[in-house]
């Protein structure tokens, strides 16, 4: 979630707070609701409008989670040098 999240902002998808798109927030929050509620909301609303707007944002070719924004993509780890 934090790397979909932080990718996002790199790549700059957020608005000027720092948040993205209400459709991806959607597909974020219900793939990783397991690990993050949002606070302004109650939990039970939070479900309900995610569970509404997820299929749009599919719809419209938004993902929960972008190998293209992978740290592996973004900052692969080089290979240590092997000591003989």
């Keep these: 979630m934090i790397e979909t999240l932080f990718g996002l902002a790199q790549t700059g998808h957020v608005n000027?707070?720092?948040?993205?798109?209400?459709?991806?927030?959607?597909?974020?929050?219900?793939?990783?609701?397991?690990?993050?509620?949002?606070?302004r909301q109650p939990p039970s609303v939070q479900r309900v409008v995610f569970n509404a707007l997820a299929p749009?944002?599919?719809?419209?070719?938004?993902?929960a989670t972008y190998p293209s924004i992978s740290r592996t993509t973004l900052a692969p780890r080089t290979q240590s040098a092997r000591v003989s």
């Design 16 to 39: 000027a707070k720092g948040m993205p798109n209400p459709l991806q927030l959607a597909l974020t929050a219900s793939e990783f609701s397991d690990v993050i509620v949002f606070r």
């Design 56 to 63: 749009i944002a599919r719809r419209r070719g938004y993902r």
